[in-house]
């Protein structure tokens, strides 16, 4: 089981919005460590879809979104499209461990 | 543009070793921090190791700690990993990536496509 927990799986419509947490603890993202997001396309490598909690890279849509509050962080995907069907992992560090980590992972499925 | 090349990656017994080889290109490598992480079939993603090229520090995660030697070499734009008394759960996808930030605050901004280690008799 991961420090950082996010649900196995999430699905939503096309056109819908959804979000994926990821809760942690006060030694991660409670002790105000940033968040950081990534996508995985199948049978590829990840990508990095948002960094330090909020920020997007260049090239990533703003359907992309990402938040934090107390020792939880959220992803938020609106206008939900086919290609968004994806692994998404959260990471961060951990202060207790003295390791940078990933969430166990969610699988998106666009219905 | 940031470009990362694995290789090295095969199938070996328990106990044997192995060194994976990332070259990079596209960026000033010695400027930047490299990043080992991997993901076993099926399973989610797991930080290995982390090399900087400033000083040359080195971190790795406690699972692979006193067996996985990480070593750059910034003439040849390349990171290595050296993979010794493998065991089974070592088998996985090794990604190299490229690090932002500083100790082990850090997120990884490129990744490569990654090549399969596979630990079996």
């Known amino acids: 089981q991961s420090v950082l927990t996010q649900p196995p799986s999430v699905s939503g419509a096309p056109g819908q919005r959804v979000t994926i947490s990821c809760t942690g603890g006060s030694s991660n993202i409670g002790a105000d460590h940033d968040v950081h997001w990534y996508q995985q396309l199948p049978g590829t490598a990840p990508k990095l879809l948002i960094y330090d909690n909020t920020n997007r890279p260049s090239g990533v849509p703003d359907r992309f979104s990402g938040s934090k509050s107390g020792t939880s962080a959220s992803l938020a995907i609106t206008g939900l499209q086919a290609e968004d069907e994806a692994d998404y992992y959260c990471?961060?560090?951990?202060?207790?461990?003295?390791?940078?980590?990933f969430g166990g992972g969610t699988k998106l499925t666009v219905l | 543009e940031v470009q990362m090349l694995e290789s090295g990656g095969d199938l070996v017994q328990p106990g044997g070793s192995l060194r994976l080889s990332c070259a990079a290109s596209?960026?000033?490598?010695?400027?930047?921090?490299m990043s080992w992480v991997r993901q076993a079939p099926g399973k989610g993603l797991e930080w290995v190791s982390i090399i900087y090229g400033s000083d040359g520090s080195t971190y790795y995660a406690d699972s692979v700690k006193g067996r996985f030697t990480i070593s750059r070499d910034d003439s040849k734009n390349t990171v290595y990993l050296q993979m010794n008394s493998l065991r089974g759960e070592d088998t996985a996808v090794y990604y190299c990536?490229?690090?932002?930030?500083?100790?082990?605050?850090?997120?990884?901004?490129?990744w490569g496509q990654g090549t399969l280690v596979t630990v079996s008799s």
């Open positions: 990536a490229r690090a932002i930030g500083g100790g082990l605050v850090i997120y990884f901004d490129n």
């Open positions: 596209g960026f000033t490598f010695s400027s930047y921090a």
């Open positions: 990471q961060s560090y951990d202060s207790s461990l003295s390791g940078s980590l």
